[in-house]
């Protein structure tokens, strides 16, 4: 789980940074990433983020803000994956039960 990330970059930038090398940018990208979407809760309650999601395309959970995109960048052209994304409020129990009613309802999304 990736949700200690934002920890790491904070300190990959202090030591940039007192390494004298300030004129070095780096521009991260950071989605919060699960296995699960138990997992995905507690990022979204560390993150304090409002959604939870599941990217059906490359498989994995995650929390974001509402209207985020998840997807990849390949050749520099971002493709959008399909994504069930839901209220983190809601129990783990209800997000399965969610998933699979959708996924039982729309079997070629």
């Not at 979407?37 to 990217?55: G, I, R, S, T």
Request: charged share 30%.
């Amino acid at each position: 789980m990736i949700c200690d990330a934002r920890d790491y970059l904070n300190k990959v930038h202090f030591w940039i940074r007192h390494q004298g090398k300030t004129h070095l940018w780096i521009a991260l990208i950071l989605k919060i990433m699960a296995e699960s979407w138990k997992e995905a809760k507690e990022c979204a309650h560390k993150e304090a983020l409002p959604q939870v999601y599941h990217d059906c395309d490359a498989n994995t959970y995650g929390a974001c803000n509402a209207g985020e995109r998840q997807g990849s960048f390949k050749g520099g052209v971002f493709t959008e994956h399909r994504c069930l994304c839901m209220p983190a409020h809601l129990s783990t129990e209800e997000l399965e039960e969610k998933e699979k009613k959708f996924l039982r309802e729309n079997p070629d999304w």
